[in-house]
C-alpha cells in the first residue's frame, strides 16, 4: 500500500509533561540540596536518601531536556529537533522505523518508536510526542510515500 505524503506536518511534544518534569525534577534537586544543608552535622546519617532525591531530579532534567521536542515532516525530508541537536534525515538514510513494546518503570508496558538511520545509532521517540501508534502510522506514511525510497519495503513484501 503506497501512500503519497503531502505537504508539512510538525509534530511537537507535550509542553505540559515537559513543565511537569522539569518542576519535579527542580523540586527535587531542591529539596535534596535543602536536606543535606540543613543536617549538615549529621549529613552521613542520612545521606544515601538524600542523594537519591537528587539523583531523581537529575534524571528527570536530564532526560527532558535529551528527549526529542519536535518532528517535521517535509515530502522530501524529516527533522527531529531536540534541545541540543537538530537531525535531517532522507528516506534514504533511514534503514527501518519499528513499533516496539517495552517495560518501562514499574513493570508498566508501553509503546515507543524508533528511528534507524542507516548511518548509525537509532532515534527513540516516546509518548512525548503523543500517541506512539499514530507517531508510528505517520511516519511510516510520510517513509513509504515517494517511490525512491529503497528501503521502505524490503521486510514488507
Known sequence: MNHQFKGEKVIKSSIIKSVAAYIIGLSCLLYGAWQIISTWGNVFDSLLPQLAIIGIGLYLIGNTMMAVDEIILKPDKIIIVG???????????????????????????????????????????????????????????????????????????
Do not use: C
Open 83 to 157: 534541545n541540543f541537536s537538530e537531525k535531517e534525515l532522507i528516506h534514504k538514510q533511514i534503514r527501518d522505523i519499528t513499533l516496539s513494546s517495552v517495560n518501562l518503570r514499574w513493570g508498566v508496558k508501553g509503546k515507543i518508536v524508533i528511528i534507524a538511520p542507516v548511518s548509525s545509532g537509532s532515534i527513540v521517540l516516546t509518548n512525548r510526542l503523543g500517541n506512539p501508534e499514530f507517531l508510528y502510522d505517520t511516519l511510516m506514511m510520510w517513509w513509504e510515500g515517494p517511490s525512491e525510497n529503497q528501503y521502505a519495503n524490503l521486510e514488507r513484501d
